[in-house]
């Protein structure tokens, strides 16, 4: 059931949507029956991703990207009722001409240091702020990389896109770079190391070293690609993906055919950290869905059961509150949707 709201009240849970003409919070009960959609944030801007960050149960961060002003993270206290633009935004100085076009992630540093965030953009290119998102700083050992002038873009771009903190190593990071792959450090970001061994271009893989070696998980798939990806919150073994078709292809059209495999929507989940695909259908299309979900289209909250949602870029939400077996659709007819995030409080 969904109603319209200007305010988030009082809620257990919600979700952060980021589209293309900006963004929506969704908010609802631990029974995830009944959800409020607010009015748009940050309206017009091309939304890559809201970031909820759970050290503040009220702070959310949006990396918002306009065609005209540029790419900017915007700063809300109180779960998108108001907003605050970072005075100094992440760009780039002393770069001879270089401009960053769009900012892709942010992620909330480590509960020991609150104020600390990270952003990843395009070009290839990490940023720091320890003042609560206000100021920005490049951290420039990730784009001078002796590695970086090998380094071409995917279809998004040649974008960070993704990144890792190891809660209990504050020196350990790891980012992901399209397409170069991922790339750690041990150091507090003074240096980096590709970390790509045996890594197939298209493939669903897992790490149990932190990077080191590279196991394919993609048996029991229809399709050896995917970006949609979420991982259940108790359960380590236990992750969720959503395969699409023509990652790459003898024909250039071909290769742009990003659409669930066989025309069917299925999320596939696995129990034993990727050694088997079960694939979920029980209340999603399988039939003539010619739907996409971007990279950070999926996202699973930590209630018990889990509950999984899926965005796609027809503007559609699609979601489980028993970890999968059965789905409903949340809302449709929102822009395309480029990131879903829980929010838990």
Known sequence: MMTQTNGLGRFEIALLVGTRKGGFVLSGGAERKHWELSEVHCRGGDVYHIAYDGRNGSTVYSAVNYTIWGAEIHISHDLGETWTTAETPPKFTDRDGKTLNKIWHVEPGRASEPDVLYAGADPASLFMSDDGGMNWQEIRSVADHPTSKHWFPGMGGLCLHSMALDEL???????????????????????????????????????????????????????????????????????????????????????????????????????????????????????????????????????DPCGVYVGTTNGQIFYSRDEGDIWELLIDNLPPINSVEVAQF
């Open 169 to 303: 190593n504050p020196a350990r990071m790891w980012v992901g770079i399209s397409a170069a792959g991922v790339y750690g450090t041990s150091d507090g970001g003074e240096s980096w190391k590709p970390l790509n061994k045996e890594c197939a271009p298209t493939s669903f893989l897992m790490s149990d070293d932190g990077g080191k070696v590279w196991i394919d998980i993609t048996d029991g798939l229809p399709s050896r690609f995917g970006l949609a990806l979420g991982l259940h919150p108790h359960d380590p073994n236990r992750l969720y993906v959503l395969p699409e078709d023509n990652a790459i292809a003898d024909d250039e059209v071909g290769g742009e055919f990003r659409i669930v495999s066989g025309n069917k929507f299925r999320v596939f989940r696995s129990r034993n950290g990727g050694g088997d695909g079960e694939a979920l259908t029980n209340g999603l299309p399988q039939k003539n869905a010619y739907l996409h979900s971007m990279r950070e289209g999926m996202a699973t909250d930590n209630l």
